[in-house]
């Protein structure tokens, strides 16, 4: 129903800044909520941040909180993420996922994109 499509990925050193973007296709998306998640190599899956379409409220985890931000442009059916302050800690692949209903914090979601890298050297 909803398909999802990130970009912004890379190759940054650390202290550097990327925005990440997701963008929706498929369905309206006034009820759904955006969630960032990634995944380093040979760790879980952590859910950082989200974002209800409608209300344009946000979520950020702690481990990312002060220094990634997520907002959406309704024009542009488009979820950012601003990573700033980098770190080598922050390498892993940044997927984007959709759900239908507006608690954010619910890490389950249920529509997902196929992800982009992000690197961070030292």
């Known amino acids: 129903q909803v398909q999802l499509i990130e970009s912004g990925g890379g190759l940054v050193q650390a202290g550097g800044s990327l925005r990440l973007s997701c963008t929706a296709s498929?369905?309206?998306?006034?009820?759904?909520?955006i969630g960032w998640f990634r995944q380093a190599p040979g760790k879980e899956r952590e859910f950082i941040a989200a974002?209800?379409?409608?209300?344009?409220?946000?979520y950020h985890a702690d481990s990312v909180k002060g220094r990634f931000t997520v907002s959406r442009d309704n024009a542009k059916n488009t979820v950012y993420l601003q990573m700033n302050s980098l770190k080598p800690e922050d390498t892993a692949v940044y997927h984007c996922?959709?759900?239908?209903?507006?608690?954010?914090?619910?890490?389950?979601?249920?529509?997902w994109g196929q992800g982009t890298q992000v690197t961070v050297s030292s």
């Open positions: 996922a959709a759900k239908t209903g507006l608690f954010i914090g619910d890490p389950r979601y249920d529509y």
């Open positions: 974002v209800s379409w409608r209300r344009d409220s946000t």
């Open positions: 498929g369905q309206t998306l006034s009820n759904y909520s």
